[in-house]
């Protein structure tokens, strides 16, 4: 028997396909009067922003779209839009001077989880409500917690009043996700679901929506590769983004998101390539200290490989990138990254050892295929 202590908080959230138009009614429902509007500087995400202008009218008092030039900063390389990672506190600071000059109570962020982001670290500061409208599989819109950059550092903090009042789902939203997107950003949802059934913090609640977010994103994906507007399997995909979200939000996360952070804070990497790199050798490392969770995550793939087997198979069939390479990664910053990932010591099955840790990254950088180190 394993005693647990378990405490549930789950933004109000509502599912569905055309929900956008249900956004009046919870923009209600929290009491808000004075609704500004966070988005991307992209055409689409101004459509959108747009579009839930004409359903709130008066409402809206400003759409803050995140232009990094007015402030200073560059794309990062690659980039073919203005979403910012890691909320950069410029941007925040930004945002904050037109959320105050407008008076705004209330932000509604539409986008993936950078601009959900700014949704947070504007709720922080203001103690204004938050509605969130995600359109990537990230999951941050369920989660308490908040990173942002400082003069490059990145820090994290979870916190209450960071969760967002209420999530609306619109599935319709997802269909514009490009494919690659679309699968790199469902194994980073996956990968919230793998390290839950390892977590020291793991309960049988979470144990079985981790299970069960996995298969939902594993058939969808498989799914989206061949019919990529399937509604069903961009439902599946969104429901299983949400209990991936659910997951990350209420038990510890381990080795994987360790050095993802690392790898996305402190070397500029993209987020959810790099979740989607590293998934396989993070469960590679556990596999031995982690025989159960093994067990569930090959169960729910449908595998009869090993569960790092089975991941890395997927992504090898859905043609994502498995390398960190590919990435842009330099072979000569693969030590500093295992000597950072191992500084601060947490909870993991297999014990973290900079030796292994810089082998993981290694065969990562290659892209072979996950062994054991
Ligand atoms: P993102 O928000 O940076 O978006 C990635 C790209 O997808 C952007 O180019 C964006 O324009 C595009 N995009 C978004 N929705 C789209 C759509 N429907 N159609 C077409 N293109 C679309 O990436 P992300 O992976 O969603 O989020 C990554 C960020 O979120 C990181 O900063 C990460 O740290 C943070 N995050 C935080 C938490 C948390 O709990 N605090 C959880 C997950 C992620």
């Known amino acids: 028997m394993k005693p647990f202590t378990f405490e549930a908080h789950i933004p109000r959230t509502v599912f569905g396909s ?145 969760l967002p009042n209420t999530i609306v789902y619109d599935v319709d939203l997802t269909l514009s996700l490009p494919q690659q997107l679309t699968y790199t950003s469902g194994i980073n949802a996956m990968a919230h679901c793998v390290e839950a059934l390892w977590s020291v913090g793991n309960n049988p609640v979470i144990d079985g929506i981790a299970c069960s977010g996995i298969q939902d994103l594993a058939s969808a994906l498989r799914k989206l590769k061949d019919t990529p507007n399937d509604m069903d399997a961009r439902g599946k995909a969104t429901s299983g983004a949400f209990v991936a979200g659910v997951c990350l939000a209420h038990v510890p996360m381990a080795i994987h998101h360790k050095l993802c952070h690392t790898l996305g804070g402190s070397f500029g990497l993209p987020h959810s390539e790099t979740h989607t790199v590293i998934l396989p050798h993070a469960i590679a490392y556990n596999a031995k200290a982690a025989p159960e969770a093994m067990e569930k995550i090959k169960r729910a793939l449908g595998t009869d490989k090993d569960a790092a087997t089975g991941v890395y198979d997927l992504e090898k069939e859905l043609g994502t990138v498995t390398s960190l390479k590919e990435l842009g990664m330099k072979k000569e910053d693969l030590e500093k990254a295992a000597e950072i990932a191992c500084k601060a010591q947490y909870p993991n099955p297999e014990p973290l050892e900079k030796g292994k840790l810089l082998q993981l990254l290694e065969n990562a950088w290659e892209g072979k295929p996950p062994q054991s180190v």
């Open 18 to 162: 055309g929900t956008l138009d249900k956004i009046p009614e919870e923009i209600e429902r929290l009491g808000a009067q004075r609704v500004l509007l966070v988005t991307e500087n992209t055409d689409r995400q101004r459509a959108l922003a747009d579009k839930v202008k004409g359903l709130l009218g008066d409402k809206v008092v400003g759409i803050w779209t995140i232009a990094l030039a007015a402030i200073g900063l560059q794309l990062h390389e690659g980039s073919c839009t203005d979403a910012v990672m890691h909320t950069p506190e410029e941007v925040t600071l930004k945002a904050l001077e037109q959320a105050k000059s407008v008076n705004a109570d209330c932000y509604v962020s539409l986008g993936g989880g950078s601009t959900i982001g700014l949704g947070k670290a504007l709720t922080i500061r203001t103690g204004g409500k938050h509605l969130a409208v995600p359109t990537t599989y990230a999951g941050s819109e369920a989660t308490p917690v908040l990173g942002e950059t400082v003069n490059k550092v990145k820090t994290t903090r979870s916190d209450p009043k960071i």
